[in-house]
């Protein structure tokens, strides 16, 4: 039985995924000391075969397809898919160098009253890195650099899902990602990690970061796009809500309340008079991203004022 899991989960992404794929399986572990499952989330393109090319002769790897789209639910069949006591997830985009997955691993040795352990995730832009794109709007690339010192994280600091190991135990104990949060299909959702991350601590989990397990997180030239930027901000506001929503249930008088400040933050607040007041490039569309955020919180506290109150999105 494997000591280590790594759960890759993929939606659509065959050509990225061909390049990941052999950075992941020529990890310098020992071949008996860990499992490969690629997650194949319901692709319509020619993931299945990527993976079988890839895989082909490499006894520790093996596809699964979950038909239930969305990020959440794929991370939830890697986890019943796989047996290892330690759990690591990581993206379909990545490039990892040969000891990436011992360094991870390693981290529970250095800090073992640890939970959980997030390595740092470094950003590959497809060009020159543009003015706006600011470190508080790099996170929404998953970027991930708190220094070059191992330590525990504080609250609320958490892991990015590209680059994280659980324990299987704390995964057992804390029960499955939340489907009603984190990305499916093209939407750009959010908060499942935060949510995740947020039950962990408050059960006592510890949460390390370990530096030296680095991977480098390769961006298509699509993500480097302002429009991509409004619509990752809008999309993380409507899930805060629903995050929210997930720790109590709201009823329809406050979330029409909620809805109409979040509309005023965003029409009328602080970042919206940045936004028209400053005059470089960074700092306007800083405040663009941020009213942005306060739009989708307003929109999303609306559609759940006039949903039924049983009712998930």
């Not at 794109?133 to 650099?145: C, Q, V, Y």
């Not at 109409?260 to 405040?287: E, I, K, M, P, Y």
């Amino acid at each position: 039985m494997p000591a280590v899991s790594v759960i890759l989960c993929t939606h659509n992404r065959a050509g990225v995924l061909r390049e990941t794929l052999p950075t992941i399986i020529r990890q310098s572990m020992a071949e008996g000391d860990w499992e490969l499952v690629v997650v194949d989330n319901g692709s319509r393109d020619a993931t299945r075969a990527v993976v079988d090319s890839c895989t082909a002769g490499v006894p520790y790897a093996r596809y699964v397809f979950e038909p239930e789209v969305g990020l959440s639910a794929a991370r939830n069949r890697g986890i019943a898919e796989t047996t290892g006591d330690v759990v690591v997830f990581v993206d379909d985009d990545v490039e990892a160098p040969t000891d990436w997955l011992a360094r991870l691993v390693a981290g529970f040795d250095r800090f073992p009253d640890a939970a959980a352990i997030g390595g740092r995730v470094e950003l590959v832009l497809p060009g020159p890195r543009p003015q706006w794109l600011t470190p508080s709007l790099a996170g929404f690339l998953a970027e991930f650099d708190r220094g070059d010192a191992a330590t525990v994280l504080p609250p609320p600091e958490f892991p990015v899902g590209a680059n994280m190991a659980l324990r299987r135990s704390w995964l057992e104990k804390l029960g499955p990602f939340r489907t009603s949060l984190g990305r499916r299909g093209s939407s750009l959702g959010a908060s499942e990690e935060e949510e995740y991350f947020g039950r962990l601590r408050a059960a006592g989990g510890q949460i390390a970061y370990v530096p030296d397990a680095a991977l480098r997180h390769l961006i298509p030239e699509s993500r480097v796009e302002p429009a991509w930027f409004r619509r990752r901000a809008f999309a993380q506001g409507r899930s805060s809500v629903v995050l929210l929503d997930e720790q109590r249930r709201r009823g329809r008088v406050e979330l029409v309340a909620r809805a109409l400040s979040a509309l005023g933050h965003a029409v009328v607040g602080r970042d919206a008079f940045a936004r028209r007041a400053a005059t470089g490039a960074a700092g306007r569309f800083g405040g663009a991203v941020v009213s942005l955020t306060w739009l989708g919180c307003a929109v999303e506290c609306a559609r759940l004022a006039v949903s039924p109150r049983g009712a998930r999105p």
